[in-house]
């Protein structure tokens, strides 16, 4: 039927029963079992129905590291991080080209279940983005949809110890996600995504809403959070990328309704004080942007 | 330029171009507050000037034999709306069984499954237009399908038939009520959702059909109460004006609220028009009761997000 057609190619509808098989060889990698995956994306194009958004942008993405992904508004940041996790796919109309790779499998594969793949690379978000339930619930949630059978109580604990936000909620767990500050909030949503024990954790701004101070707790919680994990974090501020990223990317686009484009990669240091090209050079300098 | 030439906004009109006195317009702010809140005082006005007037009718008639006796021609001072209540609480129970799930059921796909094309959209043009189709023709529509080419299912004329038929009728207002919630729940939900590895079907039921409840549960407050109070479609169905027996299955036959009260009105004794207007306040009770347990219900809801 034609709505399966659309969720199938929307991502949104899983593996079919002759899949499963990839499914449980997904479910084997878990951190515990084996190092971190990295990422390399090769020749990825992003579109939104006929629209070129971003155009053949190829990055590696070391495990263990946080790179962060700069550059003026517009220049497709965010629509490339999203197609990292297979979310830029749900947009009606919208469409990736391109392999992703996360460790050895290509996400954008037939075989791969989008569904398994956003537990695998999780997302936090520009807007801290709370399910209306309890603080308990939101962490809970994601983990219990996914077949966790440990104990509950011990996996929240963890990831709201990890998400540095256990000392300020454990007496309330069961009020309302609603009720916390934004940055309580923010970190409370990375601890739900740190819950269903992802790889590698993408990060669409995910300080802009917030004040100084949440911000620097959501910074100190990323130098920890690379031990175990691959951070990937698109940023307007750029201190914020020189302060905490190992890797940088710069995206930019010469002429307004040009697709965005990977135009310098490398360590932070170099693409802070010595970058290869100019354009690169007059935006971290702040020439413009 | 020379300064003198170039006047400020403030020097050029100092203040004259604008009209002094405010009172004609403060005149008016009040003419048109007391105009609107005239407006709805009307329909407050003629609601309970209704109840009044019914209270005081039925007052000599409402008593306790009056809700548990069967009505009566013979002595119609003894009779009573029970056969009738009973009927009408079928009828809203087997509506709201049939009509919430499937209305739920509609609005869930079309809202988030159904992609954009000009068919869906003609749907839900449609489904719009189905609300404003007046209650007799769904009456119709049940004699051709639920009464003559279902008999054998449903038992012809039965409860279950004027059920399925009223749920027809009320179907596209829970429908248009649940989308418009769906609608308001902000893509950042279902976002949050997926980006954790959920599957649509998870997304849709743990977090947007909680928060779309009470919005859903206004308009189904609102379908219900209509349905209650039809008589038309379940004239041409099949409800009886006179039964000497309580409804005990969905295939049994059964009187209504609005036909008893119909029935009651259409006779000239007094004591007649007494019982209808009796079988009003009954009638209101009972809306009254069903809808403060939808309020209930949606306020405990709204609590928790």
Redesign the interface.
Known sequence: MDTEKAREEQGLSGVSKDQREVRQRDEAALPGEAPTLGMKIEDLSAFYGSFKAVTDVSIDIQANKVTALIGPSGCGKSTFIRCLNRLHEVIPGARAEGHVMLGDQDIYAKTSDPVNIRRRIGMVFQKPNPFSKSIYENVAWGARINGYRGNMDELVERSLKHAALWDEVKDRLKESGHGLSGGQQQRLCIARTLAVEPEVILMDEPASALDPVSTQKIEDTMEQLKQEYTVVIVTHNMQQAARIADYTGFFFIENMGDPGRLWEFDETEKMFSNPDRKETEDYVTGRFG | MTRSNTKTSRQEGSGQDFKESVSNRYRLDRAFTWLVTGASLVGVVVLALLLIDVVKDGSSMLSLEFLTSFPSQVFPENGGIYPALIGSLWLLGLTGLISVPLGLGAAVYLEE?????RINRMIEINISNLAGVPSVIYGLLGLGIFVELLAPVTGGGSVLTGALTLSLLILPVIIVATREALRAI?D?????????????W?VIW??LL??ALPGALTGIILALSRAVGEAAPILIVGVSLYQTYITRSPFDGYMALPTQIYDWISRPQEVFQNSAAAGIVVAMVVLLLANSFAIWLRSRYQQ??
Not at chain 2, 113 to 117: P, V
């Open positions: 499954y159904a992609q954009d094309t902000p950042s939900i279902r976002e949050g959702g997926y980006a954790l590895g959920a599957t649509q998870e743990s977090h909680p928060r928790r997000s």
